[in-house]
């Protein structure tokens, strides 16, 4: 009990959110988007609300879930490895992945997945894999950062061909724009440019699927 006491005592005290801690702009971006990701939170409950009352007649992509999920795992692997360590991202992710696992088991059971669908759920299960076992951490989140901006853009192409936003909640895109546009200053104040240029690149897409739900929720 000792050892895991001092372990987790080493692991906080190596975050650079513990060792910037005071009146700064790393301090105030970390309280902020932990602050935010309960704001998060609620979006990511109210899609999967959606996502069970429509069922098979949600306009939702599997793959952008998948890519989701992936990205989170893998983000986690991220922020815990000693070289890319900030409190941010595990706390983001140990509190935004459960959710989406009622999101997932909503698609499996209502939507049919086709073969991309399949071969991205495989291909994330081995991201995550390599990412947690292996030194690559960095390269991972590259590559499921790039795989989830790309499950975002389908969906909002998906959207835009459909001409419908049944089974998406507004709040889902809406409070991930507000929240990843607050995760450009964080990993600004923290050094870490590679979460601020993700997040900018995310803000973007979340603000267009925001734009398409006012577009087509009458339709």
């Not at 696992?101 to 994330?124: C, D, E, H, Q, T």
């Amino acid at each position: 009990m000792r050892d895991i006491d001092m372990w987790l005592r080493e692991f906080i005290a190596s975050t650079p959110e513990f060792q910037f801690w005071g009146w700064n702009l790393a301090t105030g971006a970390f309280i902020v988007t932990v602050a935010l990701t309960l704001f998060q939170l609620h979006g990511l409950i109210q899609q999967a609300r959606a996502v069970w009352k429509e069922r098979k007649n949600a306009d939702v992509s599997p793959v952008m879930f998948f890519t989701f999920f992936t990205y989170f795992l893998v983000f986690l692997s991220y922020s815990v490895s000693a070289a890319h360590r900030n409190g941010g991202g595990i706390v983001n992710t140990l509190i935004l992945l459960w959710p989406q696992l009622f999101i997932l088991a909503a698609l499996v059971k209502f939507k049919p997945l086709n073969r991309s669908a399949i071969l991205v759920a495989i291909g994330g299960i081995v991201l995550v894999a390599v990412s947690a076992l292996t030194s690559y951490q960095m390269v991972c989140y590259y590559i499921a950062a790039v795989a989830m901006f790309g499950g975002l853009v389908l969906q909002a192409l998906e959207t835009i061909e459909r001409k419908s936003v049944k089974g998406v909640a507004l709040s889902f895109p809406l409070t991930f724009a507000i929240v990843t546009a607050a995760w450009v200053v964080y990993g600004i104040a923290i050094g870490d440019f590679l979460i601020g240029g993700i997040a900018f690149a995310y803000t973007s897409v979340y603000a267009w699927m925001v734009i398409l739900w006012f577009a087509y929720r009458r339709r």
